[in-house]
């Protein structure tokens, strides 16, 4: 049961608890406590299923405004101590050794991909939050994920309009490859993107067009299969942590929509580092540790 409606065993629970450093009791405005270990079950019983506040009153023997202050409470502190890990590339399990590790397993380290999470039709500002193509109102993420079943960068949100090759420039990364992206003798890695993103030296992606030579051709082929294995954590987020798939409880201004989907990539993260994923398990890598993972924190 623990599984199911926490996504964790007890024990990995309480592994979480101190590889997050939560507070020994997270004390709230209006004099609420909670201990470390119940609000992050609060947190993620919030995170797994889309449920209201008042299905969680039976299970946790508090009110409605008590479960809410204190979910916002662990909410805000895994974001605010944590989120740093989701928008940094200098860290060991990106070290050249490793990148070179997982270019020898699928030839490149990941892709950036936009993930569109839909949102409740917004008050305000509609016709910003409206993603035309995908026909749904929605806030975009840009998000890279790594060969060792990690989501090593996350961007966003920006309005649904937004083009994916905008958000490129917007979010950073590709000033941080050019640092880092490079195997132990200096030669460059990249990530493989949508067509929609442009070819640069660490940024690869499908050649588009109909006059495309053999070897373009046969190009596209070849990464359209790793294309699909790097996306399988975008549905195991979901899968996992199904809060994020309920548009009609996401609602821009009522709730921390952003905040919500950034940690519950991070509590993604922590459940690869304990119990592995299957991007991991398909290429033969394995993550860091989770005492590794959050140790990195900025």
Known sequence: MCVLNFRFTKADVIHLANAL???????CKNGTVASKLEGLCML?????????????????????????????SALDFVFNQHHSLLNNLNVPWLAPER????????????????NVRPISRPKLHQNVMYNGHKRVHAIKWQAVNA????????????????????????SGLYPQLEVYSHDGNGNPIAI?????????????????????TDAQKQFNQSMSAVRV???????????????NDFKKNLKIGLQSVAKIYAVSCLIYNAKVCLQGSNTA??????????????????
């Not at 450093?21 to 004390?27: A, G, S, T």
């Not at 493989?192 to 495309?212: C, E, F, I, W």
């Not at 294995?229 to 809060?243: L, N, Q, R, T």
């Open 44 to 72: 993620l019983r919030r995170l797994a299923y889309p449920n209201r506040l008042t299905d969680m009153v039976q299970m946790f023997g508090r009110s409605k405004s008590e479960l809410s202050m204190v979910i916002n």
């Open 99 to 114: 990148l070179n590790e997982m270019a020898r397993a699928v030839h490149e380290k990941g892709a950036a991909l936009d």
């Open 229 to 243: 294995c790097v996306k399988w954590p975008f549905g195991e987020i979901v899968k996992y942590f199904a809060f």
């Open 21 to 27: 450093r939560l507070p020994d009791c997270f004390v």
């Open 147 to 170: 060969a060792i079943g990690l989501i090593v960068h996350l961007y966003g949100p920006v309005e649904g309009k937004r083009h994916d090759a905008a958000m490129l420039m917007m």
């Open 281 to 298: 398990s398909y290429y033969g890598l394995n993550p860091p540790t989770i005492d590794e993972y959050f140790s990195q924190s900025i």
């Open 192 to 212: 493989y993107g949508d067509p929609a993103y442009p070819h640069r030296v660490h940024l690869q992606s499908p050649y588009k067009g109909v006059n495309l």
